[in-house]
C-alpha cells in the first residue's frame, strides 16, 4: 500500500487558482497510477483528473477539462492538481488516490489507495 497526504486546498474567489498537493510514501511512486476525485456536500463522488502509471496518458472529467492539469514529479513523490479559473460549483473535499499499474481510470473503485483529503472553497 501506498500512503497519501493532501495538501494546498483553502478559500478562494471565483476566477481565481489553487494548486493541490498529493504526497505518496510507502511505494515506488513511479509505480502507481494517481488520480483527484472530489466530493461536494450531499453530492456523490466525482472524477476530476488521473494520470496513468507511466505518466504517459492523462484523463480528465468534463467539467474540468481546460481548467485542471494533472502531474507527478516521481523523484519527489508527489502528484498535483493545478486548478485555474475556479467556479464556486468546484468547491469539494478534494481526495487523492492511487492504485498498482493501472491507465488514468476514472472509476475510484478501482483505486486502493486514498487521502483523507483537502477542502477546497470557492467563494462568488
Known amino acids: 500500500q501506498v500512503q497519501l497526504v493532501e495538501s494546498g486546498g483553502g478559500l478562494v474567489q471565483a476566477g481565481g487558482s489553487l494548486r493541490l498537493s498529493c504526497a505518496a510514501s510507502g511505494r515506488t511512486f513511479s509505480d502507481y497510477a494517481m488520480a483527484w476525485f472530489r466530493q461536494a456536500r450531499g453530492k456523490e463522488r466525482e472524477f476530476v483528473a488521473a494520470?496513468?502509471?507511466?505518466?504517459?496518458?492523462?484523463n480528465y472529467g468534463d467539467s474540468v477539462k481546460g481548467r485542471f492539469t494533472i502531474s507527478r514529479d516521481n523523484a519527489k513523490s508527489t502528484a498535483y492538481l493545478q486548478m485555474y479559473s475556479l467556479k464556486p460549483e468546484d468547491t469539494a473535499v478534494y481526495y487523492c488516490a492511487a492504485q498498482y499499474r493501472t491507465g488514468p481510470s476514472s472509476s475510484w473503485p478501482q483505486y486502493n489507495n486514498w487521502g483523507r483529503g483537502t477542502q477546497v472553497t470557492v467563494s462568488s
Open positions: 494520470l496513468g502509471w507511466f505518466g504517459l496518458s492523462t
